[in-house]
């Protein structure tokens, strides 16, 4: 999966791709890897565990950018999601009409959704 290249402010290329050997979306900048989050797969099921951003690229969007990509891809996948990791709940929670339905309603309450 390709999330495709977008401009950053400063003209840099940023594209996010699902690294399965790895278990982890990663967003690429200019060809170097500025982040990533973890996640362990099950059947139809997705568990984000952990993300990071290079710190001297914070503030720029990327993270963002890196978890609505891999939301994308999840949804076009057909899987649900459990959001472990607190920036990926902060992100579902903040685009709650986009990405709540991901999570299984059963799930939601306990997640804070």
């Known amino acids: 999966m390709t999330a495709g290249h977008r401009?950053?402010?400063?003209?840099?290329?940023?594209?996010?791709?699902?690294?399965?050997?790895?278990?982890?979306?990663?967003i690429r900048l200019d060809g170097r890897t500025a982040g990533f989050t973890v996640y362990k797969s099950k059947l139809n099921l997705i568990a984000f565990l952990h993300?990071?951003?290079?710190?001297?690229?914070?503030?720029r969007g990327l993270g963002s950018r890196l978890?609505?990509?891999?939301?994308?891809?999840?949804r076009e996948r057909g899987l649900e999601v459990l959001p472990f990791c607190p920036f990926v709940n902060e992100f579902i929670r903040r685009h709650r009409e986009e990405y709540v339905g991901l999570l299984p309603e059963r799930y939601r309450r306990?997640?804070?959704?």
Do not use: W
């Open 7 to 26: 401009n950053d402010a400063l003209g840099a290329s940023a594209e996010v791709h699902d690294n399965p050997f790895e278990e982890r979306y990663e």
């Open 67 to 74: 978890i609505g990509s891999a939301l994308e891809d999840v």
């Open 110 to 113: 306990e997640f804070g959704l």
């Open 51 to 59: 993300t990071e951003i290079d710190p001297s690229l914070e503030g």
